[in-house]
């Protein structure tokens, strides 16, 4: 399983993918997950099985979403509040939800 995380340039998300990998680990749950920037999004998409918005790129969701449907993929947008507060286990649990995990 492997969750990409999106934001402008792919380092406000990695605190927040730190604190997702820590989660996920303590649950036992063997889960790739990294950030990139927004504009790598079309190169990863292939290999993700759910993309996540970071809320500084949420305006970019639509169009994302559009790129990843046809390949049966679901993108996203990280609660802001979640972010703001680095709730690593709250987006994991947003992230396991959308993929019926």
């Known amino acids: 399983m492997r969750i ?3 934001c402008a340039a792919g380092m406000s998300t990695s605190m927040l993918v730190t604190k997702m990998k820590a989660e996920a680990q303590k649950r036992a749950l063997q889960i790739e997950i990294e950030a ?19 809320p500084q790129v949420q305006y970019e969701a639509a169009r994302l979403q559009a790129l990843a449907a046809p390949q049966g993929k679901q993108v996203a947008v990280i609660d802001m509040l979640d972010y703001g507060m680095m709730r690593g286990d709250n987006v994991l649990d947003k992230a396991l939800a959308l993929m019926g995990a």
């Not at 290999?47 to 918005?53: C, E, P």
């Open 4 to 6: 990409v995380l999106c």
């Open 36 to 54: 990139v920037p927004v504009a790598s999004f079309e190169q990863e998409l292939a290999g993700a099985d759910i993309v996540l918005l970071g």
